[in-house]
């Protein structure tokens, strides 16, 4: 049985709808003005916080353990980039100078720059044996209160409604604690399922 929306929450549905297109509207032409590929800081973006990063990563990678690192670099993109959207529709920051429109956050930080520092520091405290937890905290701390403050210096970025980068800190520790936390279990799901394919051939 088909079911139908009530008329006051149909007319606030299509309020909201329209609204999200006004929206678009609005920044994509705020992009076209101020950030489209005929601006100095859409380059910026473009090579420096994306294409630098991954050609970075292409020469560097361990790639013994690729998969691992790519793993975990694609869970802190996920969570950084769902937490990076819903703090920017929220109002807690901004970014006056976006690499695309009409998507929430800083594309080239989500999806380049920032997973793959943390897939940097993982790779370095593996083949050095050093303490993983320590230098991401590190990496946190270095990205809230260094690169952030440069990035508002240049109008790259703006905290707002009381936003601090100690905030932006506790956001960093989460995000690669979650994201160690579910590379964790899925390192020890593949080994529980290689030993029991070993027992079984046994």
Not at 18 to 35: D, G, R
Not at 134 to 144: D, E, H, K
């Amino acid at each position: 049985m088909e079911k139908v929306m009530g008329q006051e929450q149909r007319s606030l549905y299509e309020n909201i709808q329209a609204t999200k297109e006004q929206l678009s509207q609005v920044e994509l032409e705020y992009w076209n003005l101020y950030s489209s590929f005929t601006t100095f800081e859409f380059w910026v973006i473009f090579l420096l916080f994306f294409v630098a990063p991954l050609v970075v990563l292409y020469f560097v990678i361990d790639r013994r353990r690729m998969f691992l690192l790519g793993f975990y670099g694609f869970n802190i993109h996920v969570w950084f980039g769902y937490i990076d959207s819903a703090g920017d529709r929220l109002g807690f920051w901004g970014y006056p100078f976006e690499l695309l429109p009409f998507l929430s956050g800083n594309v080239s930080l989500e999806a380049a720059l920032v997973p793959i520092l943390f897939m940097l520091v993982y790779q370095w405290t593996l083949n050095h044996h050093k303490n993983f937890y320590l230098y991401s905290l590190l990496l946190s701390a270095f990205l809230s209160f260094i690169v952030k403050p440069l990035l508002i210096m240049h109008l790259f970025f703006e905290l707002h409604n009381g936003t601090t980068y100690v905030h932006l800190f506790l956001l960093y520790v989460v995000i690669f604690l979650f994201s160690k936390l579910i590379t964790n279990v899925f390192i020890k799901m593949h080994r529980n399922a290689k030993l029991e394919s070993e027992l079984v051939e046994v």
